[in-house]
């Protein structure tokens, strides 16, 4: 397995415009995760899905945040619009039932 | 709810020296434990875990971590540190059964002098 593929790596964007974090997780894992990365803050979770169904949301910072999970193999993690508090480096993971969490490489996100 | 808390945000050894990394944690219920490791611009990599059963765990690249529940500790330990360990770790506690839902401390950072 490739493990948990994150697209782009590295994103730069202007404050205000729409931008798309995209994620695969490993197949047959039914827990996905994405996790925020600041020096401020640390690792924070934002939101989990089970089996492709929200869990739990209440680490979405605010309304401008957005995430789906259409099917198994696929999630995305919308920020519109972007502000320049929202440049991190945002992690996707997945994991099955009592197994550890596999994480991606991440997306820098820069917002000027 | 669980807290992790990393005593260390830094930690410069020698090489082939012996290191530590602690971590404490707090709950109101059992837990399950996990280091992590990430290196630069990298995601972050499991070393080892904690789910149950003896307290001694043994992880990748030589590294160990010992529960001890009287302490709510999870300290990290090497016998001799390389160069290439350079990097930060994470200590992170998630509820037993369920989702790995993880909650990280705020890392050390280990460096490693020649």
């Known amino acids: 397995d490739a493990g948990v593929i994150q697209s782009p790596r590295h994103e730069v964007t202007e404050m205000g415009q729409e931008v798309t974090l995209r994620c695969k997780p490993i197949?047959?894992?039914?827990?996905l995760f994405w996790y925020r990365q600041t020096m401020m803050r640390g690792l924070e979770l934002l939101i989990y899905?089970?089996?492709?169904?929200?869990?739990?949301d209440s680490g979405m910072p605010e309304d401008r945040f957005s995430a789906k999970m259409p099917n198994a193999s696929f999630s995305t993690l919308k920020i519109q619009p972007s502000e320049p508090r929202d440049s991190a480096v945002y992690f996707c993971?997945?994991?099955?039932?009592?197994?550890?969490?596999?994480f991606g490489q991440g997306t820098r996100l820069t917002v000027v | 709810a669980q807290s992790v808390t990393q005593l260390d945000s830094q930690v410069p050894v020698f090489e082939e020296a012996p290191v530590e990394l602690r971590c404490n944690y707090s709950?109101?219920?059992?837990?399950?434990l996990f280091w992590y490791v990430q290196y630069p611009n990298q995601g972050l990599q499991l070393l080892l875990k904690?789910?149950?059963?003896?307290?001694l765990v043994k992880g990748i690249n030589g590294f160990e971590a010992e529960f001890n529940k009287s302490q709510t500790s999870f300290h990290l330990r090497k016998p001799s540190v390389h160069i290439s360990d350079t990097a930060e770790y994470f200590c992170?506690?998630?509820?037993?059964?369920?989702?790995?839902?993880?909650?990280f401390g705020q890392g050390t950072r280990l460096t490693i002098n020649p």
């Open positions: 197949s047959g894992h039914d827990y």
């Open positions: 709950s109101s219920v059992s837990v399950y």
């Open positions: 993971a997945s994991g099955g039932l009592g197994t550890e969490a596999f």
């Open positions: 992170a506690v998630s509820a037993p059964r369920g989702a790995q839902k993880l909650v």
């Open positions: 899905f089970n089996n492709n169904v929200p869990i739990d």
């Open positions: 904690y789910l149950s059963g003896s307290t």
